[in-house]
């Protein structure tokens, strides 16, 4: 198993920036392919960012592209999403995700994740 603490949401001005933090523990970090989701009120958890095992292999949503970049620190055992010129819709809870992997790549879909963080809250205003 693996626990997830997800830092760093709060409240921030439409082109503003955030960073998030969501720290790892329980067993060895870089065996993870790492991911973020957020999910907004009515609306269904979304794919945001993954990051592969070391790092070398990242993907993103269309919506985000550009303005967040994940990244991660497996010798402090936490995954980063650095988020830039924030809309009113990145409004959202933010989660991040952990899978058991064995070799190179990233995991896109919610199903595939086996551990999630309690998530925090990121608010936009216009």
């Known amino acids: 198993q693996v626990q997830l603490v997800e830092s760093g949401g709060g409240l921030v001005q439409a082109g503003g920036s955030l960073r998030l933090s969501c720290a790892a523990s329980g067993r060895t970090f870089s065996n993870y392919a790492m991911g973020w989701f957020r999910q907004a009120p009515g609306k269904e958890r979304d794919f945001v960012a993954a990051i592969s095992r070391s790092g070398g292999l990242t993907y993103y949503a269309d919506s985000v592209k550009g303005r967040f970049t994940i990244s991660r620190d497996n010798v402090k055992s936490t995954v980063y999403l650095q988020m830039n010129t924030l809309k009113p819709e990145d409004t959202a809870v933010y989660y991040c995700?952990?899978?058991?992997?064995?070799?190179?790549?990233?995991?896109?879909?919610?199903?595939?994740?086996?551990?999630w963080g309690q998530g925090t809250q990121v608010t936009v205003s216009s």
């Open positions: 995700a952990a899978r058991r992997v064995y070799g190179v790549g990233y995991v896109l879909t919610a199903e595939e994740y086996d551990y």
